[in-house]
């Protein structure tokens, strides 16, 4: 490589680290977006780091309240948490401010729960007016902003599905159970029914951020589960045999509602035409099988950017702008090349306007 | 007499003894049924944390968030649960295993909060009626009398037949000394035998925990009938 120094030799056999960073930076990958993928690892992982800890926290409180609970201290070590917040009053307090999980969210006075939280609450309780309604206003801004960034981002099945999707790629397993996507549109119409007429929240049960949370939470708790590990044992089955992400595309009442309220989401992948080249590594490197490269992915994406970091020739990007009239994200050559004119003159920022006017 | 014709024959006498026993059974049952019909079952409840309104709109309204259950200083707040939970449910009995009479089957866990005060008892800290987000759980001001007002988990229930006293085998008296109400919610007589009085009974099961019969002979109860149960009907 021109970077190195051209007094060493060039080894004889690179390492097998080196050669897949150079193959990488042959392939010329983003850099912002392998950024981007290192982000997002992150927030899943703080988040799942967040549901062990909420209730180990919890349960820590307990029995420093009362030592002599036999039952408990045997299946939970104290000095486990001892070390992080013994002698430490303020990490206490700030430990017993954060409770819940993903589905409804407790910090300090103030919370935060699911629009499918919401839904099912209002269609049980037979309710449209409820303080508990205010509580999914940030997640539901963020959806109509963002669409399923909650899917790709936060959820904590997510993380159990890609786990499945590894497997998946080591079995060597190519089936590929397809349905139509009104499939999980029909779930949440019909969950919302069947919870309206029984009186009971459905959604709670078959949603799988709510039944990871909670089954965390019974198995720190109290060392044992429910049906929700079986229901998530099947789930991921599904994973592995059927298709990728089979129960997020046809199956997945919040994903149903989230491709909803996220219509006319504001963050758009955009296909810029002039790179392009056709080669649809981006449509096989979608979890959700859609097709990036057609610019036309409808309200469906999770924004996971698995897409933009397989696209070795940078023809991917997210910009913010509102929805094309024609339904297709792409940004023209020729509207491109009147942009980078325009850019050059001192005006930024005008592609999306460029591509409007166009439209038009 | 072939193979055929004998399953044929085993077939029919099946069908026919179903047909015979529903006619016969069944439709006796029917009569009775819609002669008196009976109360509605979802008046028959696991016991709920304080605060809780009236059953099937705290079905509906519980939004398992589990918040209760992370802010129960003594964990004392279980949550239905389809397999687990149906287990943890019995209690010891004489006889092996004795159910509770509120236990629920199997199928309809669907991760609500519950008390089991023969293994943790609620302590009255009315915690969960402050963090629940829905108002499945109302709240309820931390005060003797507040509490003594509006709180109605379940009633106490005395089993005369293994409880000390009732059977002159010892001077006891356990129930009453924890009991939050006591001399209101149970009173003892000259010989400590323990009587209860369900309309100052909160249910909050302290009684349960600290009886020393291994088999309690205090258990508490989840108010069944309408004028017991419905203690915060909105």
Known sequence: ?360 | MTRRELLESLKNGLSAGCVGFVILFGGRALRRRLAEPEPAPTAQHPLRPPGAIAEDAFRAKCTRCMLCGEACPVHAIRFVTRIAGAQADVQPGPLGFKREPHVQPIWAGDDTPYLLPWKTACILCMECTRVCPTGALLPIEETREAIAASVRMGVAQIDRKICLPWNRRSWCGACLTICPYREKAITVDYQSRPTVHPEHCVGCGLCVEICPIRYKAISVLPPFYPDVGDTRAE
Not at chain 1, 116 to 126: G, H
């Open chain 1, 1 to 360: 490589m021109s970077a190195r120094s051209p007094k060493k030799k060039p080894r004889s056999a690179p390492s097998r680290f080196y050669r897949r960073l150079t193959r990488a930076r042959r392939q010329r990958l983003p850099g912002r977006m392998r950024a981007l993928q290192l982000v997002r690892r992150c927030v899943q992982a703080s988040v799942l780091l967040a549901l062990i800890s909420i209730p180990v926290f919890s349960l820590y409180e307990n029995l420093r309240n009362q030592r002599d609970d036999i039952g408990i201290e045997a299946r939970f070590d104290t000095r486990l948490v001892d070390g992080l917040l013994r002698e430490n009053p303020e990490r206490r307090v700030l430990a017993t401010k954060l409770r819940g999980s993903v589905w409804t969210l407790k910090a300090g006075d103030t919370v935060v729960s699911d629009p499918l939280a919401v839904v099912d609450f209002s269609a049980a309780a037979r309710s449209g007016v409820d303080p508990f309604l205010l509580t999914a206003l940030i997640p539901l801004l963020a959806t109509l902003l963002l669409g399923r960034v909650f899917c790709g981002w936060l959820c904590p099945a997510d993380l159990l599905f890609e786990v499945g999707s590894t497997l998946r790629r080591w079995a060597g397993i190519e089936t590929n159970v397809t349905f139509s996507r009104w499939t999980k549109f029909c779930v949440l119409g019909l969950g919302a029914l069947a919870g309206f007429y029984l009186g009971t929240q459905v959604f709670a049960e078959i949603y799988p951020p709510r039944v990871v949370s909670g089954e965390l939470y019974l198995w720190i708790t109290f060392g044992a589960g429910g049906a929700g590990a079986w229901l998530l044992l099947l789930i991921v089955s599904f994973e592995v045999f059927a298709s990728r992400r089979f129960w997020c595309r046809y199956a997945c009442p919040g994903g149903a509602l989230y491709s909803l309220l996220g219509t006319f989401r504001v963050l758009r992948l955009k296909v810029r035409a002039d790179r392009c080249t056709q080669c649809s590594k981006c449509v096989s490197a979608c979890e959700f099988g859609l097709s990036p490269m057609s610019g036309k992915i409808g309200n469906e994406c999770n924004n996971c950017g698995h897409c933009v970091r397989a696209c070795g020739l940078d023809a991917l990007t997210w910009r913010i702008g509102p929805r094309p009239k024609d339904g297709f994200d792409i940004i023209a050559a020729a509207e491109r090349s009147a942009a980078r004119e325009t850019s050059a003159h001192g005006a930024k920022g005008t592609v999306e306007e460029n591509h409007d006017t166009a439209g038009q």
